[in-house]
């Protein structure tokens, strides 16, 4: 059975960084494409950052909102996807949750949500001003 695990959330002040972790197990993630999403209360959940295995490698996509303040790693050998964030702002305050999809396409939009078969519990972040 597929589990995903996020850790390292936690409340910081503005400007802080944190780097979440997703631990995954029952499937190697070696070929997967592993997502971070993020949902505020009263809102959508909604994209943060995906990697993919590409044919020329490991490639990453951020939402405007983040861009150039997280960095989305993977570590295939302990099977594990990071989000680092910086410069966290209060409006990045959320349950983050990591999602890893099964299906690999190059025309697959990997900022839908509905695109991933396995969601982790989420951890918590909250940012204070």
């Known amino acids: 059975q597929v589990q995903l695990v996020e850790s390292g959330g936690g409340l910081v002040q503005a400007g802080d960084s944190l780097r979440l972790s997703c631990a995954v197990s029952?499937?190697?993630?070696?070929?997967?494409?592993v997502a971070w999403f993020r949902q505020a209360p009263g809102k959508e959940r909604d994209f943060v950052s995906v990697?993919?295995?590409?044919?020329?490698?490991?490639?990453?996509s951020y939402a405007d909102s983040v861009k150039g303040r997280a960095t989305v790693s993977r570590d295939d050998a302990k099977n594990t996807v990071y989000l680092q964030m910086n410069s966290l702002k209060p409006e990045d305050t959320a349950v983050y949750y990591c999602?890893?999809?099964?299906?690999?396409?190059?025309?697959?939009?990997?900022?839908?949500?509905?695109?991933?078969?396995?969601w982790g519990q989420g951890t918590q972040v909250t940012v204070s001003s």
């Open positions: 990697s993919v295995i590409t044919w020329n490698g490991v490639t990453a």
């Open positions: 029952g499937r190697t993630i070696s070929t997967d494409a």
């Open positions: 999602a890893l999809a099964l299906r690999r396409s190059p025309y697959m939009n990997h900022r839908d949500r509905g695109q991933y078969d396995y």
